[in-house]
């Protein structure tokens, strides 16, 4: 088998106002969906003025279910507005809304890629955040709810606004928890390649046969929703984000975990956080569950110490059950290289494409489909499936070639994986000069780990550091992109805080020697993907190449 390389407090908030009179209503969201799943939520409506309030169930309970009620009005159609649409995240949510029968808008300060799917698909979108967006009709209707971003402040004016007129505000890991209760989760998480991982197993799902749901947090040219696959099958393929606690509303079949790292900074105070936040993740296992887990990787192993907690593992065959105040019981089934791990890979080689080659193991197919094939029979059909996958975008993606110029863009945004992917291109390239653009994402990723970028960003041949993207952050800014273009000490650097500058700077290197060797990766988790495209064409242009 080859691959080409992969790199890839927490409660809901909600919104209660005070009424003078008070009545019960349950919205049951209906529209296609499979069997009986069904995403319900409590609302508290006040008939005199007419405001509603969420009542929320939390994510520390299991089972906090409402009274099933008819709406009071069946013949109109309920009314979800997403704030933050724009993400990865968000439209996924909203098309799936769609597919649902909602009526569906959504807002964002920008325009993205993920738009376009989600306007051809009917959803009114919106450029900017404005009260006026949650309004119709000249102000006589607004949304049934409210749906947010990770990203988006309690300060947003749509998000006060709804707050002030008593409509519901769901965060995010609410909406999903009431997405996926119904079905047969399967949630990958960690730190790194939990994209990946999870569009590779949809894709292999669904190719073979498997009607399944999913959702995953990055572009997949071969799934008809770009990042969402809509079937009517039990099974739910999720890319499970730690970010904000998002997946601690989640009740998963089965959980994969990749690694685990400090990450996201600006959420986890250190690794011991972040290894708190994973733990109650693991906590959320189904009775009978099943937990798969990278045995090679350090923090994720640390997790398997209950004792700390007051339960100690029990091993029997090769899997262990763990037991705690939470579950009656899962297995525990260890991935990786090593031969210590009950499914591990063997015969790994290098091979030209910057991956490897290795014997094919896979276990999450099997235990979600055991019993209905044979171990080998699995086998060979997860073969013929994988050879077929093409990967996501933003995963050392290719953007085009000019003369002997390579460009390629990865959504490396921590040094790990800035490391691995410039590993990748190393591999691939082994001759070539490499120039990394390194777009830094949040100040507070840049100022906690700037050595250790300054170390991983050492193994290219020239370094650009651009001015840091970030959206989400707020107070004193004490670090900024020169400071790490200064600590990168092995590798030749600079600062250029525009990307339309950066454009400029390498298409006039590069035309001044247009048949040298040469690979451009552009990395980060910003904009700084739109410097490959405007490269290319500005060296057809000036190269005079159509």
Not at 144 to 166: M, Q, R
Not at 423 to 449: C, E, I, W
Request: net charge neutral; hydrophobic share 40%.
């Amino acid at each position: 088998m080859s691959t080409s390389p992969a790199t890839s407090v927490s409660d809901s908030r909600y919104f209660q106002p005070n009424f003078l009179e008070k009545v019960k209503i349950i919205v049951h969201l209906t529209g296609l969906r499979h069997k009986n799943t069904v995403l319900e939520k409590c609302i508290l409506a006040s008939k005199k003025n007419r405001r509603i309030s969420l009542i929320k169930t939390r994510a520390t309970k299991r089972e906090q279910h409402c009274n099933i009620e008819h709406l009071k009005d069946r013949n109109q159609q309920n009314w979800v507005h997403f704030v933050g649409v724009g993400g990865c995240g968000l439209s996924a949510l909203a098309l799936i809304a769609v597919k649902q029968g909602f009526e569906v808008s959504g807002s964002d300060r920008k325009w993205s890629s993920f738009m376009d799917g989600l306007q051809q698909a009917g959803v009114r979108l919106h450029i900017g955040h404005s009260t006026l967006n949650i309004q119709s009709e000249n102000g006589s209707r607004f949304p049934n709810c409210i749906v947010v971003s990770s990203a988006i402040s309690e300060d947003n004016a749509e998000v006060l606004h709804a707050k002030s007129i008593g409509i519901p505000v769901y965060k995010r890991d609410y909406w999903l928890a009431k997405l996926t209760e119904n079905h047969k989760l399967i949630a990958v998480s960690g730190t790194h390649g939990k994209s990946t991982t999870s569009a590779l197993l949809a894709y292999v799902l669904k190719s073979m046969g498997d009607d399944l749901m999913a959702v995953v947090g990055a572009y997949v040219s071969q799934f008809p929703g770009g990042n969402v696959i809509w079937g009517d099958g039990p099974h739910f393929v999720l890319e499970a984000d730690e970010y904000d606690g998002c997946f601690l509303g989640l009740s998963p079949y089965i959980a994969v975990l990749t690694n685990v790292e400090w990450e996201h900074v600006d959420f986890f105070q250190d690794e011991e956080a972040v290894k708190t936040f994973f733990r109650r993740f693991l906590k959320r296992i189904r009775v009978g569950g099943h937990l798969i887990i990278c045995g090679d990787d350090v923090g994720a192993r640390s997790l398997l110490d209950y004792t700390s907690e007051g339960s100690k593992p029990e091993h029997a065959s090769g899997t262990m059950l763990v037991t705690s105040s939470d579950v009656d019981g899962y297995n525990i089934i260890t991935y990786g290289i090593s031969s210590t791990n009950e499914w591990h890979a063997s015969s790994i080689c290098p091979n030209s494409k910057g991956g490897s080659d290795y014997v094919l193991v896979i276990a999450t197919v099997t235990v979600l489909l055991q019993g209905q094939r044979q171990v080998h029979e699995l086998i060979n059909s997860l073969k013929l499936h994988l050879l077929d996958f093409i990967g996501l975008s933003r995963r050392f993606e290719r953007i085009g070639k000019i003369h002997r110029c390579h460009i390629y863009d990865d959504y490396a945004q921590h040094p790990t994986e800035v490391y691995f992917v410039l590993q990748a291109a190393r591999q691939r390239f082994p001759s070539m000069r490499l120039v990394v653009v390194f777009q830094p994402h949040t100040y507070s990723r840049l100022a906690a780990l700037k050595d250790d970028f300054a170390v991983a960003l050492s193994h290219a041949d020239h370094v650009v550091v651009t001015a840091v993207y970030s959206v989400r952050e707020a107070g004193p800014r004490n670090v900024c992109g020169k400071d790490l273009a200064t600590s990168i000490i092995s590798s030749p650097s600079e600062y250029i805080p525009s990307l339309d500058d950066v454009v400029d700077k390498l298409a006039l290197e590069i035309c001044k020697d247009p048949l040298r060797e040469i690979v451009i990766l552009t990395l980060g988790a910003g904009d700084v993907n739109t410097v490959g495209p405007k490269l290319l064409h500005e060296l057809q242009k000036r190269l005079c190449i159509t």
